[in-house]
């Protein structure tokens, strides 16, 4: 069973995000900010991060950042689920290490086709 | 509905397109057509066969036809077909046209535009090995309107992101408030042209891939056996035909052969050329 850590400030999206995840067979980690999602992944990496944008704290971009200078680690699979639609925040989040990029609102098709596509169904 | 309604458009659909609706499938009709009696000022499905009773009036017969046969579509669907088109199809017709350097392929059931702009892109992406060859990708479906909204080549957020990796909507789209607009360098790839499966495909030229998936699983076996005959007609001895997942060319046409570990994709069976090449 694969793993996956849900980072957003919003309890109900957490939420939504781990009922659509756990029916896709993932196990589910959950952070409410960039910070904690840091600290959970020093703890235990794993294998994918739907990650939010616009969070207290940390920001999603930032936790992107750190994640992906961290060295001797199996870096996961980061996909965005944000509310930032827009071509600048894509390509920014590209840039910055991310393999996919979901627009709020979503759906289970719409996470179920982007996991596909990176892999980790 | 009453039976004779039911029998009525059925029979309809079946002539025009090749739809064939079982009975089971009868809350089809109504939930596509109430919007159609809506637009003919038309209380429901009722009196649109009453309608279609009385006066025959070809443009209504058209807007029943193209409600029953549009179906939805998504960029790279079931993704596993598009990989074994760049992986095995592609990778063969570039070594095997490489004296013609002209590469023709059919999506005979394109729909909104995602599966010819899928293949578009893919093409694009492979662009430094098909310098100076002549690519052409043709869309055709029976229905003119949703030919209309393949050409423009716009898609909701929704569209853009069932199937469609986000390096590709970065590269070949441009943002318009909340919809996306497909790069002109693609949509010049594809030509779109109304078809219907039923007519002579004499005229059609010759194709080395033919898409045609999701399509035959609506017509019944006559009708299958007779696009799947007009189709080996049109397609290079080596060429390559794709039918969707839950299709197959099992008894109802021996013209074809599935080629071995490529899932639903076939060659003409008197032809092992693309079947061992590629196999």
Known sequence: ?121 | MNVNDFELISQLLKKRSGLVLSEDKAYLLESRLNPVARKWGLSGFDELAQQVRKSNDEKLLVDITEAMTTNESFFFRDQKPFDQFRDVVLPYLLEHRATKKSLRIWCAAASSGQEPYTLAMLLKEAQAKLSGWRVEIVGTDISQEILDKAKEGVYSQFEVQRGLPINLLVKYFTQMEDRWQISDDIRKMVTFKKFNLLESMAGMGQFDVIFCRNVLIYFDQPTKSQVLDQMAGLLANDGFLYLGGAETVLGISDRFLLIPGQRGIYGLANEQHAVKAAG
């Not at chain 1, 069973?1 to 995840?21: G, N, P, Q, T």
């Not at chain 1, 680690?73 to 509310?83: G, H």
């Not at chain 1, 827009?86 to 990029?101: L, P, T, V």
């Open chain 1, 1 to 121: 069973m694969k793993s996956c850590l849900i980072v957003d400030d919003s309890k109900v999206v957490r939420m939504v995000a781990r009922k659509i995840l756990e029916g896709l067979n993932f196990a589910i980690d959950e952070a409410e900010d960039g910070q904690k999602a840091i600290e959970a992944c020093e703890k235990s990496m794993p294998d994918a991060v739907l990650l939010d944008w616009n969070m207290p704290v940390k920001s999603g971009i930032e936790f992107l950042v750190d994640l992906r200078a961290m060295k001797d680690v199996e870096q996961p699979v980061v996909v965005f689920c944000t509310t930032e639609n827009d071509m600048s925040h894509i390509q920014k989040a590209i840039q910055a290490g991310a393999n996919e990029y979901i627009m709020k609102p979503f759906d289970s098709e719409i996470i179920e086709s982007k996991f596909t596509q990176v892999g980790l169904i």
